[in-house]
């Protein structure tokens, strides 16, 4: 009965004595023009004769090598042969200088145990590096904007800007190769990079550097305002602007013909006292903006740092200090006559209290001509003590 068995399923006898093999590719994930050997595993050490075939059948018109070891290996090449393919006695097989058309399915067939093992071989590819593309190359603040990052063969791809996160209000799309802005503002201007990965690589690409045009903003003139005849006037006009603005000074509302942020009068006279404007225009959004400042040339005062002379300064400390003694005299005269005023009305009071302290009471049975009279006496004495 054992003897029948064997002889009908041969193969669940050598399954029970050797065991299925199987094949493991080293490495994981081969690389285009790398090398992988596909690595027969759990077969006894002496495995014997095997052939490889390129599909998942083993047939003659795919064979790829024999192996024939009765005492020395001997190697017989099959159709499919070429240099890139080797073998090993444990039955493995090796190739190198990988391309596109080595992926498919590969099967071995082991004689000693008729075992066909199958694994599929899938070859990577390396993923490019990475460049940055952007929408436009003179950006404005408020506009549109994107960045795209341009490779093949990534799985994911990621984004930085100044080696950290990417702004708040942007915007990914297609699998993250596209960084979007709807509305780009001058806080994101700096150096984006994107990075590409897949199993096997990883790139990133050279930094991108957005340049987000705005202003001109915050203009401003600094300078010495009140100058002697002979001295210096030195105009600094400053604004807030990217790229750097175009500059142009005007006297009185004549063009000066200076094309910097200075305008300067190494010996100034009378004739240079005047309305000083600044107009700032930015090249890119094309906004102006001004700033104006009048200087003033007089033999008649030593400027201070601050504009004012000393004269001016004593004269406006003085004269605060007298308004103050003034406010303080008219407060203490108007307090007493205030008070005053109450005594008197006290005293009025009082002798009032007197008058009415000197009235009887009138007999019950008097007419009315009598009341009448002595009312009108009352009130004649109360008017004439009131007067």
């Known amino acids: 009965m054992w003897i029948w068995m ?87 097989l090796h190739i190198k200088h990988l391309r596109t058309s080595d992926e498919g399915n590969y099967t071995v067939q082991i004689k000693k145990t008729f075992e066909n093992l199958t694994v599929s071989l899938i070859i990577y590819q390396l993923v490019t590096k990475p460049r940055i593309i952007a929408s436009t190359t003179q950006l404005k603040e408020n506009e549109v904007f994107s960045l795209t990052c341009n490779t093949v063969h990534a799985m994911t791809i990621r984004w930085t800007k100044n080696g950290a996160g990417i702004p708040s209000g942007s915007e990914l799309f297609r699998d993250n190769k596209t960084l979007a802005f709807p509305s780009v503002k001058r806080g994101d201007a700096g150096e984006y990079r994107c990075e590409a990965q897949n199993l096997v690589s990883a790139s990133t690409s050279d930094p991108y550097t957005v340049t987000v045009a705005y202003g001109p903003d915050m203009v401003y003139i600094k300078g010495r305002l009140n100058v002697k005849p002979g001295s210096s006037i030195t105009l600094t006009c400053s604004a807030d602007s990217v790229p750097p603005p175009e500059y142009q000074w005007k006297h009185n509302g004549t ?96 002798d009032q209290s007197e008058i009415y302290e000197n009235v009887v009471d009138l007999p019950p049975k008097m007419n009315d001509s009598f009341y009448m009279d002595l009312q009108y006496k009352s009130e004649n004495v109360y008017n004439i003590i009131i007067r």
């Not at 390129?54 to 090598?65: C, N, R």
């Not at 104006?292 to 004269?319: E, F």
């Open 6 to 92: 064997i002889s009908v399923f041969p193969y669940l006898w050598l399954e029970m004595v050797y065991g299925m093999g199987i094949i493991q590719l080293i490495p994981d994930y081969p690389t285009i023009n790398g090398s992988v050997t596909l690595n027969v595993m759990e077969i006894t050490p002496n495995i014997g004769d095997f052939t490889w075939y390129k599909g998942s059948k083993p047939e003659i018109p795919y064979g790829i090598l024999s192996f024939i070891s009765p005492n020395s290996p001997v190697i017989l090449h099959g159709p499919l042969y070429n240099d890139r393919f080797s073998a090993f006695n444990n039955g493995s």
């Open 255 to 350: 063009d000066l013909q200076e094309k910097t942020n200075k305008y300067s009068i190494s010996n100034a006279v009378p004739e240079n006292e005047g309305l000083y404007t600044c107009v700032v225009r930015n090249p890119v959004t094309l906004g102006t903006a001004i700033d104006s400042a009048y200087v003033n040339v007089t033999a008649d005062i030593a400027v201070g740092s601050s504009g004012l002379t000393p004269i001016i300064i004593a004269g406006v400390v003085c004269g605060t200090a007298l308004s103050v003694i003034v406010i303080l005299c008219v407060t203490y005269l108007l307090y007493k006559k205030y008070i005053s005023r109450l005594s008197e009305a006290h005293r009025g009071k009082q």
